[in-house]
């Protein structure tokens, strides 16, 4: 299949000598399709689509055609299409008759479509006789989807009416302003536009549908200030569409605003609007969805009943804008007019700039509301949703904000996707420094109050703008984890406000960014926004198949929480909504062994890898949809993809998640994972295999040794808090293996700089020293009990490093030792969100002692001098 083809129309025509399934010799076939992954799981995000029944037929024909591939599933994403025939049976279980698998590598339409017979074959688990038969089955692209409609030689019957803008209008408010909406109707066909909050120059964009096939009637349009009861007269129009409408041809009008009686009483202000009366096959369809929907539940009533609006911006209802129709409507806008284009101002006015975020569709979003309610109010979704809004502001002005609609979305985390099609125009005053905007992606919540979901920020958003060349791009949405964690706690609101620091994806938004000048005669010097087109799919930022791979190998040093008993743990390795896992096990005095490699299924994201989310390496508890995260690692896709599929073997210091606060970074040590990633385009991905039976060989391979740790001293400690002014500094030496021992320093006297002058031995089975544990030395401090960090010593520096040697227990007994350790300074490092910061020094070596098996007794290790060496 071509990489370009992400949609596909698939044909089941029929079928033909199909097993009998019923006692009457004959069979109520019926074809089920899905798509499959590469691990032959069926894709929940790509649907389940269904041939009608067939009645008693062993040669069934059902003609019946379905599109795979949407807005919301990449058919790229795909391994197989599966096709089930089944025999229906009613209210008992439908028996199966056989299956299709047809790889989609193997579907090359872009030329010509495919139509072909394919064999059925048996279903070894669901079926104790073999299938028979073949499928009749077709391949194809989509029709091209033209941007225009043809003109077509048949009478209008459909107008459409578009409320552009307004002027002038009289302020009803005691602000000395308006919260104005229109209401039109033509023969008894009425619609109403958004209201816009607190100005006398709205911007509504607003387009209705209407049936019309005789011009000779009336426009009418009446103008009100919303208020709480009744709303205030603004003033009235009638327009005779005879006189003003061209088939075919959209024409712009603007209308003067008179009193009930039609009158000239007083300047009431003007409408503008633009009238396009066409043929459509369609027309009712149209007119019907165009419609606002009237029934809604408890819940969407009450968000419409309450004003929740940002101050001097719209008021937000909670009205679909048909999501999910797929017609894209051509809206002349002047914000497409670049400033440079623009006349010169008329006298008495001036040029405005705003910055227009046009917010287009937001996905992934975590749920966040634990339980919706359809309108009976019974349960309707487990799995539950989430009421979600976006609101923009300036940096510098972070209360005066202006927001979308409210889009409720309930179901997997998958389906919890929403169109937006809002632009949000931000007034940038005249400074001379760029201007910073903050986004705020919100659950709304009329009890407990809004929650934030995610919060990002664009720096300059002058360059930013000129950067994306008006083009649209995904921001990525980073903040607390979904399960383990309650999103009121305080340390999941530092996360969803901090990005950068956050443990977790949220979602993504995508967005384009413009700045545009306006004219002062016809936009208030104010925050607003106005309805924007839908954005076609093929206007979305450019996308590719990308792969992520680990060879989850061990840890060391897990927290004290799930370092030993039941806790069974995984690492897991997280980019957006994908997850690869490793299986879970139980750590034995700190330390897990798994030594496996996992691959992920394709994942879509943008060529651009600056958009790309986030990579996180989790170590969990609980497995599948209840995994918690105790720990983690953050990466940026950028950063895996220099070295793609090339990157060694490594260990990776974890931090201790502080919304989960399970793993406690400020009281201990929170672990290490030795693990190899791999990140990159599938193409890559197929190239840079992995020798995965050398690296599992290597790290199964163990060998007896005496790990023998000589710590010396420590310089230059430092507390985590600045009021503790003395240090009785304690060292923990860790070394990781089943025969695992520690062993710790004793106390000393209050000081920065302690002497400990210990060595330590440990018995332990070691694996090839490229994959040997580190040696940890933990340091705290006992007044007041706290800790402070740790330091880490490569074994698999061996040879390289004058401070790490290895000997053999003959070479030891026969004092013929190649060398002995030198000891270095190495920095005790403290692992928090913000990064590591050094808090010290220790002095340390460490000696590898070969045994010749694993109960040999060695001589015992030379005591060490108490005094400060100088190295």
């Known amino acids: ?77 795909a391994t197989t299409l599966r096709f089930m025939v089944f025999d229906f049976d009613g209210l008992k279980r439908d028996d199966v008759l056989g299956v299709v698998d047809v790889p989609l590598d193997v579907i090359t339409c872009d030329s010509e479509p495919m139509d072909d017979w394919y064999r059925i074959v048996k279903v070894p688990d669901l079926m104790t006789t073999d299938a028979k038969g073949e499928l009749h089955l077709t391949f194809s ?71 019309l096939s005789d011009a000779q009637t009336t426009l009418e349009l009446l103008a009100e200030d919303e208020d709480r009861t009744i709303n205030d007269f603004l003033g009235r129009a009638q327009l005779v569409l005879a006189d003003v409408v061209v088939p075919n041809e959209e024409k712009t009008v603007t209308v003067t605003l008179l009193d009930k009686k039609l009158h000239h009483d007083k300047d009431r ?126 940096a510098s002005e972070p209360e005066e904000f202006v927001r979308t609609r409210v889009r409720t979305k309930h179901g997997r985390r998958d389906q919890l996707n929403a169109n937006f099609r809002e632009s949000l125009m931000l007034y940038l005053p005249d400074t001379k420094e760029p201007h910073d905007v903050i986004f705020n992606v919100m659950d709304w919540d009329p009890v407990g109050g809004d929650e934030v979901v995610g919060k990002f920020e664009l720096k300059n958003v002058e360059a930013v703008a000129k950067i994306h060349e008006n083009q649209p791009f995904w921001v990525n949405l980073y903040g607390a984890p979904v399960k383990g964690v309650s999103n009121n706690s305080r340390a999941a609101e530092f996360m969803n406000e901090n990005g950068n620091l956050a443990s977790a994806y949220r979602g993504r938004v995508l967005l384009t960014l413009r700045i545009r000048a306006k004219s002062s005669d016809t936009y208030e010097a104010k925050h607003q926004k106005r309805l924007a087109p839908k954005l076609p799919i093929e206007s979305f930022p450019e996308s590719c198949v990308y792969r992520m791979r680990a060879h989850f190998v061990q840890a060391i040093g897990l927290p004290s929480a799930v370092a030993t008993g039941k806790p069974k743990l995984s690492l897991v390795l997280s980019c957006g909504l994908r997850q690869i896992a490793s299986t879970r096990k139980s ?57 793609q599929f090339e990157r060694e073997t490594e260990w990776i210091p974890l931090v201790g998640d502080r919304a989960v606060n399970k793993a406690k970074p400020r009281e201990e040590f929170t672990g290490k994972v030795m693990v190899r990633l791999g990140f990159g385009a599938i193409e890559t991905a197929t190239a840079q295999s992995w020798d995965q039976k050398t690296m599992i060989e290597c790290v199964n391979r163990h060998k007896p040794y005496q790990v023998r740790v000589r710590l010396h001293e420590a310089r230059n400690l430092v507390s985590l808090h600045d009021s503790t002014k003395t240090i009785v500094a304690s060292a923990t030496v860790q070394c990781w293996d089943g025969c695992h021992k520690t062993e710790t320093a004793k106390e000393q006297e209050p000081s920065t700089c302690p ?60 004092n013929e030792r190649p060398q002995q350790p030198k000891p270095k ?46 190295v």
């Open 1 to 77: 299949m071509s990489t370009a083809l992400t949609q596909l129309v698939v044909g089941v025509e029929g079928a033909r000598d199909l097993l009998v399934g019923d006692l009457n010799g004959s069979s109520d076939p019926f074809v089920q399709l899905t798509v499959l992954d590469a691990k032959g799981q069926p894709l929940a995000a790509a649907g389940t689509f269904k041939t009608r029944v067939a009645k008693r037929t062993l040669s069934p024909e059902w003609h019946e055609t379905f599109t795979l591939g949407s807005r919301s599933f990449d058919l790229r994403l």
């Open 141 to 211: 692209k989509p029709a091209a989807r033209l941007k225009a409609k043809s003109v077509v030689s048949e009478s209008p019957n459909l107008l459409y009416v578009t409320i552009d803008s307004g002027k002038d209008l009289l302020p009803m408010d005691r602000n000395n302003s308006s919260d104005p909406l229109v209401k039109l109707s033509v023969v008894g066909q009425r619609h109403q536009t958004e209201t816009v909050a607190k100005t006398l120059k709205p911007h509504w964009d607003e387009r209705f549908a209407f049936l």
């Open 269 to 394: 202000g003007t409408l503008k609007l633009r009238l396009l009366w066409v043929f459509d096959e369609n027309a009712e369809s149209i007119t019907k969805s165009s419609k606002k929907k009237k029934e809604k539940s408890i819940l969407q009533s009450l968000k419409q009943s309450m004003r929740v609006s940002a101050p001097d911006g719209p008021y937000n209802s909670d009205d679909e804008l048909n999501d999910e129709d797929d017609e894209v409507l051509d809206v002349e806008s002047d914000d497409e007019v670049d400033a440079a284009s623009l006349p010169p101002p008329a006298p008495g006015t001036s040029r405005l700039n705003f910055a227009v975020a046009t917010i287009h569709r937001v996905e992934g979003l975590p749920p966040m509301d634990s339980l919706l309610f359809d309108k009976g109010e019974n349960r309707k979704h487990s799995k539950g949703g989430i009421d979600v809004y976006v609101a923009a502001a300036l």
């Open 587 to 643: 750590a034995v005095n700190g330390s897990i062994k798994w030594n496996e490699t996992e691959e992920s299924d394709k994942m879509l994201f943008p060529v651009d890898i600056n958009q790309v989310p986030d990579v996180f390496l989790y170590l969990c508890e609980k497995d599948d949809d209840n995994r918690v995260a105790i720990c983690y690692k953050r990466f940026s896709a950028k950063e895996l993809l220099i070295s």
């Open 755 to 814: 002497i400990w002058a210990q060595t330590f031995c440990m018995d332990v089975n070691l694996p090839d020293l490229q994959y040997a544990p580190h040696v940890l030395i933990h340091v705290r401090n006992e007044s007041p009990s706290e800790y402070i960090g740790t330091a880490a010593i490569k074994l698999s520096d061996a040879g390289s490093n004058n401070s790490v040697t290895v000997c053999t227990s003959q070479e030891l007994k026969q």
């Open 825 to 870: 300074w190495l920095s005790v490092v403290f692992n928090g969100d913000d990064g590591e910061t050094l808090h010290g020094q220790v002095l340390a070596s460490v000696e590898l002692i070969r045994k010749a098996f694993p109960d040999e007794t060695l001589p015992e290790p030379e005591a060490l001098e108490k005094v400060h060496l100088d």
